[in-house]
């Protein structure tokens, strides 16, 4: 399958494994980029650029294909070293850059002069347009069902795919609820060239955490997972778990004189405790209302090789055989 997306970033399958803290590590991004998709480094998880630097070597040690750093920029008071983490990526030889965030504009100079392509993830038509016109190549569409960082317009994919794509020139991938062929074949009908998963990459072979958090998104429905931090308007979809209650009840105790050290112990710092040593109830942890589609653990070639054969078995048999009249193929 080629698409505008595929051309971009040279990769064989639409498919791109958004940047993850604490479980976007070399394992994971190269699996994926050597199954034909586009694995990212989340670039933050690591605490210095050194060990970024580190971590793109290690990458490149395990494949030999495409794969790209995330770079999230965040509203927090001291900054990360962001310009020492772009001489990271640039250094490292990586050329495929996904910026998340706030507004990255300041440092695409740079990037684009050494010939970075940039792909911006953000979570509303307007925040799309302002990513082309300050030169972003191309664009994950993150809807309000997506594991993370929603934004607060609460617009689902149904609806935000097909407006991007009538204000976009710009390729963009679905983002948000992604999770098999169905899901790649409705991005591509609504005018996306891929689609950026994130909670179904957790739930594979190769993704370097406890198996904990497997078999809790594996076990979680599309029930699960809540929203904090609203009142901070820096909501984020969470799994449900003890940590997210304490959250919640505090948030309405609080009302509106909420502040952010009141959630302090349940949010920050938590994910190395989560992911790595999968103590699932310590704190909050993005998971998508996609959890309820994923139902197993296979490695990432096998998950992006069954979506690209069933994504080809729904186009040529399913929707190909409505048209041509023949009786319908199961999704
Ligand atoms: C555990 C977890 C951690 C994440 N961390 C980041 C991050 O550090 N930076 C970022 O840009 N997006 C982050 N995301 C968002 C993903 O890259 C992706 O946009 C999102 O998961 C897509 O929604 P889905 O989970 O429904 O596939 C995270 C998502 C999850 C599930």
Request: glycine share 10%.
């Amino acid at each position: 399958m080629k698409t505008r997306i595929t051309e971009l970033f040279g990769i064989e399958h639409p498919i791109i494994q958004g940047g993850m803290h604490y479980v976007g590590f070399a394992e994971l991004a190269a699996a994926v980029s050597n199954a034909g998709g586009l694995g990212i480094i989340t670039g933050l998880t690591q605490k210095t650029p050194e060990d970024l630097a580190r971590e793109i070597a290690r990458c490149r040690a395990l494949t030999d294909k495409p794969f790209g750093v995330n770079l999230t920029f965040l509203p927090t008071v001291t900054a990360p070293d962001y310009p020492g983490y772009i001489d990271a990526i640039i250094d490292g030889g990586v050329r495929i850059v996904e910026t998340a965030g706030r507004n990255p504009e300041a440092h695409l100079p740079k990037l684009k002069e050494a010939g970075c392509r940039i792909i911006h993830k953000c979570t509303s038509v307007r925040h799309s347009l302002k990513a082309e016109a300050i030169g972003c190549d191309a664009v994950s569409v993150d809807g309000f069902e997506c594991g993370g960082h929603p934004g607060e317009d609460d617009v689902p994919n149904m609806i935000l795919l097909p407006r991007a794509a009538e204000e976009l020139k710009i390729p963009f991938v679905a983002s948000g609820g992604m999770a098999d062929a169905r899901s790649l074949v409705a991005a591509l009908a609504m005018g996306a060239e891929g689609m950026n998963m994130g909670t179904r990459f957790i739930a594979t072979k190769e993704a370097p955490v406890h198996e904990n958090v497997k078999k809790a998104i594996v076990a979680a429905s599309e029930l699960d997972t809540r929203l904090v931090m609203r009142p901070l308007r820096n909501t984020e979809r969470v799994l449900n778990n003890a940590a997210a209650e304490k959250v919640l009840a505090t948030e309405r105790e609080k009302g509106a004189e909420l502040k952010f050290e009141d959630i302090l112990q349940e949010v920050a710092g938590v994910y190395p405790k989560i992911m790595l040593d999968g103590d699932m109830d310590v704190g909050v942890w993005s998971c998508g209302m996609v959890a309820g589609l994923i139902h197993d653990i296979p490695t990432c070639k096998e998950l992006i090789d069954r979506i690209m054969s069933e994504a080809d078995t729904i186009i040529r048999q399913r929707l190909e055989g409505m048209l041509g009249g023949a009786p319908a193929v199961a999704a």
